[in-house]
């Protein structure tokens, strides 16, 4: 490329031309077109200076592939010393474009949840991105894995992008609790490019740019402006016919189908019994009308007239059309597009837009070869040169340079060498999913999460998240975006995993919630046990995956006597919401507990003691009553023996004589799997425990006494809190 040159020559002498020279092949099966050219200061046109074009001698390319590098070499070297000549200037970069005969387009949709709203990140759209190509390599490979082939992946682009699954142009800044995009992904196989590229060195020239010939195409036939409609591009060429759909504002899809212009010309050949450059000759005068003469390969004169050529061709040009309408309808979601735009010669043939359009069910107005009238801003230096459909993927191919500047490079990742399509915008993200190193390893991981159920309800609690790649690029620190250039060494040290979930039973929210039930008119606040799995546990209990956690909602009888410290004996009546009701009977939030109690046989008989007992109790009864609590009480030290029965209000007999107590501090916890509550003290140790079970210690049942705190062992005058999980045994 040069910028600003004089150039030299006959026609071109003395005029100063501006602007960066470019030299583009479009390298065909039938036929090498060179273009040079440039655009002006503004951009909005585009100059072209010279224009060669050379025939292969042999069909050294079958179906836009090499089969013959230094064939082709020869004729690439041909038409770079033609342009040299006519231009008066070497060349020696040029932009090449690979033929869709060995595209490969895989479409996927990829999404991303992050649990709650986050702001959208450069970062979180590039993980996006990557994952959506590692997902459509991942399904082109199975795809084709009928094939040997090494493929590489040469650009991808986001058809849309999602935000809470609805459509968003540009998710940067927007919050979001999911991010998803539809993208298209092409690929080549590593042979095809490898021929090209030799090809092109052998002529003595270093490929500027590559980039792909529906690409090139679109970039002259479908301006931005028109992208927003449902259109079809398809460039007919000699080996393959190429297809792009466009719309709302994108290139939604590429295609391909292996028939076009040479199977016209084959047809031809069979017919006339002429060889294949005699064939392609009569395909072209048969444009002009009339009668064609020829000679077969028998030296025989013969002619065919315009109307029997396209009867002879007709079959094919049907094939075409129905195989052509059928990959649109694919490509654009099972339905006709609005409007096909054909270029290339072999789309020029009388009647193949026709048949196109009736294939696809839309009028025949709207299906059209288009030349001149899609190059309304390129302009020729040279005379004579007629605008047509021919010239649009010549002119694309060099358009595409000032788009964006493709080629392959190499670089090492962790000393694996690489190739690279050259987008210049390639980072160490690129490399890495060229080297398959795996997207996890460039992201922090989380550490494995913990799955479980609370009263039947889901819950998950995430794992921490890990420390991220390590990356150097030549010896310096840098990061997943860090721009990359041939010959670049680059290190990464995989990303790890956090620390996996963890959570105690303590820290659910629920947990050291109450249960208010009324006993005997009295509000009285239980605090909630916990089961995992159906056993009792502490609030220091480890949660594990799909533990099933239960916070139970009710208490028994029982164990709200136990909790309130109320010795019970065979004389109680339990009543629960004004039922009568037993030991076991299930007490839920808000439900109502009375007893009543018979006190044992006494001198002067039974004195009824719970509700209406004062109507029920003679002075005398009562008299003889308080003279034995009494002695009882002082005998006992002022504690209540087994069998001593509390009021309704849970004193005991004597009991409102002694000085008035403080308000007892509740506590539960859980001994040898059974809920104790443990009443009468401001707070409580572990040697409490033993006021409250059945426990010898008098006489030796094992080795040792073994006492446990929450799985640990317990020092004696260690304080116990709401909860806590306590096992008591002896050591056999």
């Known amino acids: 490329m ?43 046109r585009f100059y072209v200076v010279a224009q060669r074009v050379k025939e292969h001698e042999t069909r050294a390319m079958l179906d836009g592939q090499i089969h013959d590098i230094h064939k082709v070499a020869v004729t690439i070297r041909q038409v770079k010393e033609e342009l040299e000549a006519a231009v008066g200037i070497p060349l020696a970069d040029v932009c090449i474009a690979a033929a869709g005969r060995v595209l490969r387009t895989v479409n996927v949709s990829v999404e991303n949840e992050y649990g709650s709203d986050r702001e959208i990140t450069q970062e ?35 058809v849309h992008y999602y935000i809470n699954r609805y459509p968003m142009s540009n998710p940067e800044g927007h919050k979001a609790r999911v991010m998803g995009a539809d993208m298209i992904a092409t690929f080549l196989p590593d042979d095809v490019v490898d021929g090209l590229y030799k090809a092109v060195e052998l002529a003595g020239l270093h490929v500027a740019n590559m980039t792909l010939e529906p690409i090139a195409a679109i970039q002259v036939a479908i301006p931005e402006m028109y992208r927003m409609l449902n259109i079809a591009l398809v460039d007919v060429g000699a080996g393959t016919s190429d297809i792009s759909i466009t719309k709302d504002g994108s290139v939604t899809a590429f295609g391909m189908i292996p028939i076009a212009g040479d199977a016209l010309t084959e047809t031809i050949a069979q017919h006339c019994l002429v060889d294949f450059g005699t064939a392609e000759k009569i395909k072209r005068e048969a444009a002009a009308g009339g009668e064609i003469a020829y000679k ?50 072999g789309g020029k043939l009388e009647g193949y837009t026709d048949r196109l359009a009736q294939e696809l069910g839309i009028q025949k107005e709207r299906v059209a070869v288009r030349g001149e009238e899609v190059m309304q801003s390129v302009e020729f230096l040279e005379d004579n040169v007629v605008k047509d459909s021919l010239l649009v993927t010549p002119i694309g191919i060099c358009l595409s340079y000032y788009e964006q500047s493709n080629n392959f490079i190499f670089a090492f990742f962790n000393e694996q060498r690489v190739k690279l399509f050259d987008n210049s915008m390639l980072a160490v993200v690129d490399a890495a999913m060229q080297a398959e190193f795996p997207n996890e390893g460039l992201f922090p991981r989380r550490g494995r999460e913990l799955n479980f159920t609370v009263n039947g309800k889901a819950r998950i609690v995430r794992g921490q998240l890990g420390e991220t790649a390590q990356i150097r690029v030549n010896g310096r620190e840098a990061d997943i975006h860090t721009p990359i250039h041939n010959g670049d060494k ?30 005997n008119e009295k509000r009285v606040d239980l605090p909630k046990f916990a089961s995992v799995n159906g056993q009792l546990q502490s609030r220091y209990y480890d949660i594990k995956e799909n533990d099933a956690i239960e916070l139970l909602n009710y208490y028994t009888v029982r164990q709200i006597a136990d909790f309130m410290d109320v010795l019970v004996d065979k004389n109680l009546h339990v009543y629960v919401n004004n039922k009568q009701a037993q030991m076991d ?99 409580y140790v572990f040697v409490d425990v033993f006021d409250y079970i059945d426990f010898d210690l008098s006489k030796l049942h094992g080795s040792s006494v073994v006492t446990l705190l929450n799985g640990r062992q317990a020092q004696y005058m260690e304080t116990l809190s709401n909860g806590d999980k306590i096992e008591i045994y002896w050591k056999k």
Request: aromatic residues 8%; contains cysteine; hydrophobic residues 35%.
């Open 585 to 683: 009977t299930y007490v839920y939030e808000n439900f109502s507990v009375e007893w009543t109690m018979k006190p044992p046989e006494l001198p002067g008989g039974n004195i009824p003691f719970g509700k209406n007992a004062d109507a029920l109790r003679t002075d005398e009864d009562i008299g003889e009553w308080d003279s034995y609590a009494k002695e009882d009480w002082e005998e006992t030290g002022g504690q209540p023996e087994i069998g001593q029965i509390p009021d309704t209000a849970g004193i005991f007999p004597g009991q409102a004589a002694a000085e008035p107590l403080k308000p007892p501090t509740a506590l539960a916890v859980i001994v040898n799997g059974k809920p104790i509550a443990m009443t009468g003290k401001p707070a």
């Open 490 to 519: 680059i290190e990464v040290t995989p990303s790890t995993a956090g620390e996996a979930a963890a959570m105690e039973l303590g820290d659910l929210p629920e947990f050291g919630s109450i249960i208010s039930v009324t006993v």
């Open 124 to 158: 979180d759209i590039y993980e996006l991105t990557t994952m959506g190509v590692e997902r459509a390599y991942e399904q082109f490979q199975t795809q084709d894995s009928d094939t040997d082939m090494k493929f590489y992946c040469v650009g991808y682009s986001v």
């Open 296 to 345: 077969d390969i028998m030296g025989l004169s013969q002619t065919i007239s315009k109307e029997e050529l396209l009867e002879v061709v007709d079959p094919v040009i049907q094939s075409m059309a129905v195989q052509v309408s059928d990959k649109i309808k694919e490509l654009n979601g099972g339905k006709a597009v609005s409007a096909v735009f054909v270029v290339g010669g």
């Open 2 to 44: 040069t910028e600003g040159q004089n150039l030299s020559g006959q026609k071109f002498s003395g005029q100063k031309l501006s602007g960066q020279m470019v030299f583009g092949l479009d390298i065909g099966t039938r036929s090498i077109v060179g273009t040079v050219g440039y655009k002006d200061k503004s951009g909005d």
